[in-house]
């Protein structure tokens, strides 16, 4: 006799890999034959508060629903920048919860996101310990920042780093038509962790250099020595290309961006960046005097499902899975990690770890695996980007452009 149910939510940004860690827990779920409900929320915990949530176990049963939700990018139970209250501060928020909770019946409670959202993870399972609940609540990984402590890698990265590759790739060809000087700065999402603006470098190939340099967030950027890398590349060719977190700050801790005056902060107190870019458009023209733009990819590297990384989805898929399974042996206040076992061939395993010890905390890119000179990567930062954008998804088209699942339920 069946006697499980569960609720679903995602959380934070949107990626190209969140609804393949969705598929794998409603698969699981159903090959377990235990769950007589699955639940998603919509809008996340959020939208939990409001009472807004639908049963997803008869909405996926076929092989093509699942497809079809694993090739489709962003989130198909919407999203929410809610930060969850402490209990003490706000104890009817968790009563509100929990009420609900028992009135379905839950047993487990999986939650795809990030650092926010891993702090949702840790609040809500303390409280069930308080509480005495034996409801499991289990963190699955997602950012294409890549910047959560503990796993290897996150869910929505690989993807996200196969877009800033090719598209950097496609931007050193479009540069390369004229013989003129040029400079083109790419600014790439990253507010303290340089990963994927380190991705930019995976597009070099035997035909195109590109990107020329990199400045990451780790190390203070220093504008004589950005002339000065110019200047040097200057050298030997005539089309430069500038990829650049777009949190980089000066040596004195700054933003480059900071004083921009579109500068905003989210709910969350964390800057909304905008402008470092053309920051260094404007430094570069200043100094060089020859024709240079800026290019921001901005949200596009986030939801690009047809440059999806198969190791990426493949791998959200399993993580998803496995969270099922760790809430089935009882386990709670878990986030779902990889843990790599050989770069060549490239192995992974899934592990848990204490949400707590992740939680609010940030991974950025060793010092280690950045070049002495702060303006590129060295192969140690390369050798572990490499296997992460492997493979290619084959997407199904409709009238010519991707074939995505339906979002109307969350309109």
């Given amino acids: 006799m069946k006697k499980r149910n569960c609720f679903i939510g995602q959380s934070g940004g949107p990626t190209v890999a969140i609804n393949a860690s969705l598929a794998g827990i409603i698969t699981k779920c159903h090959e377990t034959n235990e769950y007589d409900h699955i639940y998603g929320m919509i809008n996340g915990i959020k939208g939990l508060l409001e009472d807004n949530y639908f049963d997803l176990v008869d909405m996926f049963k076929t092989q093509h629903d699942i497809d079809l939700l ?31 909770f028992d009135k379905l019946n839950i047993t487990d409670f999986f939650y795809i996101g990030g650092n926010d959202s891993m702090d949702t993870v840790a609040k809500l399972s303390h409280y069930a310990k308080i509480m005495k609940s034996d409801i499991h609540f289990i963190g699955i990984p997602k950012t294409i920042d890549n910047d959560l402590k503990g796993t290897d890698h996150t869910p929505g990265f690989g993807s996200a780093a196969k877009y800033v590759a090719t598209s950097m790739l496609e931007i050193a060809y479009d540069s390369s038509i004229y013989k003129l000087n040029s400079i083109t700065i790419v600014e790439i999402m990253g507010r303290n962790a340089g990963w994927l603006t380190a991705a930019s470098a995976l597009a070099r190939s035997a035909h195109s250099d590109a990107p020329d340099l990199i400045y990451l967030p780790e190390v203070p950027f220093i504008r004589e020595n950005f002339y000065r890398d110019i200047e040097e590349v200057f050298k030997t060719k005539k ?17 480059i961006d900071s004083k921009s005056k579109y ?38 590297q986030r939801s690009a499902g047809h440059l999806a990384s198969k190791v990426d989805l493949d791998e959200a898929y399993m993580i998803g899975q496995y969270a099922v399974e ?46 002495e000179k702060h303006n590129y990567i060295n192969d140690k930062l390369y050798d572990y980007l490499y296997p992460l954008i492997q493979g290619e998804v084959d997407i199904t088209y409709k009238n010519g452009i991707p074939n995505y699942i339906s979002i109307q339920h969350l309109k």
């Fill in 70 to 100: 694993m090739q489709s990018p962003a989130m198909y139970l919407g999203s929410c920048r809610y930060k969850l209250p402490d209990y003490q501060s706000d104890p009817q928020t968790y009563m509100t919860l929990f009420s609900i």
């Fill in 239 to 255: 089309n430069i290309i500038v990829a650049v977190s777009e949190g980089i700050k000066d040596e004195d801790g700054e933003y």
């Fill in 263 to 300: 500068a905003k902060r989210d709910v969350f107190g964390n800057i909304l960046h905008s402008g470092t870019g053309k920051a260094l458009e404007t430094m570069a023209y200043e100094r060089f005097k020859c024709k240079v733009r800026s290019v921001e990819l901005n949200v596009l």
């Fill in 326 to 371: 760790t809430a089935m042996k009882g386990d709670s206040a878990k986030m779902i990690i990889v843990k790599r076992i050989s770069d060549d061939p490239y192995q992974i395993e899934c592990l848990t770890m204490d949400v707590n010890a992740i939680a609010n905390q940030e991974r950025c890119v060793p010092i280690d695996w950045i070049n």
